[in-house]
């Protein structure tokens, strides 16, 4: 595949040497860039991950000098920086995560300001946030996490809006609003965090509605039901936390009964279990 992906970007370069204000070729060369750093990124090869995503972001750019409405380009552009940020922040490059993150939102509203109804375009934009939001929570920038997973959640609703069906925006932005009430039970807003898991419970319904054996839906909401309780029992809410507790379980083992290999729900659910045991 390293080498599959390397000939690719050689073929487009052989293109732009003939033509090179070409500016499909310079889409797909960034393209093919940024599939390579994400094997790179796979394979723990980081440094070469961190020059393929560079030089992606690059070759957008240079499409984009050429045809600053190309669509796809500012959003290839976006999930490329997206991408970049999540390497940097695992390699505890945290400004340039950051940094990264934000650039990536901002080719997404480029795109958008261009094309208003891209599905697309939100969904991306959604995620950005969101890692960005996972980011300033972990760097205790409490009040810009609650700003971006806001807006991380008004982007997917903005894509659900015009795509009720899209299974993965449900998902999301369930993801969004569960991350948004773990910390904001942090910071001891209990009931704004009681809203937010029950919103997030609700969001993984309407991808379960659409999608009933969809394993990560199922096993999210019972880490949501499982936080759920968790807040309520700090908040002597004892029947309430059951409740949530026996509905995690049931959602733990609707994933187990479509995986019963995963051994990483397997443990969430043995966890569960425990804290149900201990409170009642």
Do not use: M, W
């Amino acid at each position: 595949a390293l080498i599959s992906y390397t000939q690719a970007i050689a073929s487009f370069d052989e293109a732009l040497n003939r033509a090179p204000d070409d500016i499909y070729a310079h889409n797909n060369k960034g393209i093919a860039l940024r599939g390579l750093g994400d094997l790179q990124t796979d394979l723990c090869h980081h440094q070469d991950a961190l020059i393929s995503y560079t030089q992606a972001i690059a070759s957008f750019d240079e499409a984009l000098n050429r045809a600053p409405d190309h669509i796809y380009a500012h959003n290839n552009k976006g999930i490329a920086l997206q991408s970049l940020g999540d390497l940097q922040t695992g390699l505890s490059q945290h400004q340039h995560a950051l940094n990264s993150y934000s650039q990536a939102i901002a080719s997404f509203d480029e795109a958008l300001n261009r094309t208003p109804d891209d599905i697309y375009a939100y969904y991306n934009k959604g995620l950005a946030l969101g890692s960005l939001g996972d980011l300033q929570a972990d760097l205790s920038q409490h009040q810009d996490a609650l700003t971006s997973y806001t807006q991380a959640i008004a982007s997917y609703t903005q894509a659900l809006n015009r795509a009720p069906d899209f299974i993965y925006a449900h998902n999301n932005k369930g993801t969004a609003l569960k991350s948004l009430g773990h910390l904001q039970a942090s910071l001891s807003h209990h009931q704004d965090a009681l809203i937010s898991y029950t919103q997030a419970i609700a969001s993984f319904d309407e991808a379960l509605n659409r999608a009933p054996d969809d394993i990560k839906a199922h096993n999210n909401k019972g880490v949501a039901l499982a936080l759920l309780g968790i807040l309520q029992v700090d908040l002597s809410q004892k029947e309430e936390a059951i409740k949530s507790y026996q509905a995690g379980l049931v959602e733990f083992d609707r994933c187990l009964k479509i995986a019963p290999d995963n051994k990483k729900v397997r443990n969430l659910r043995d966890k569960l279990q425990e804290l149900l045991d201990d409170l009642k």
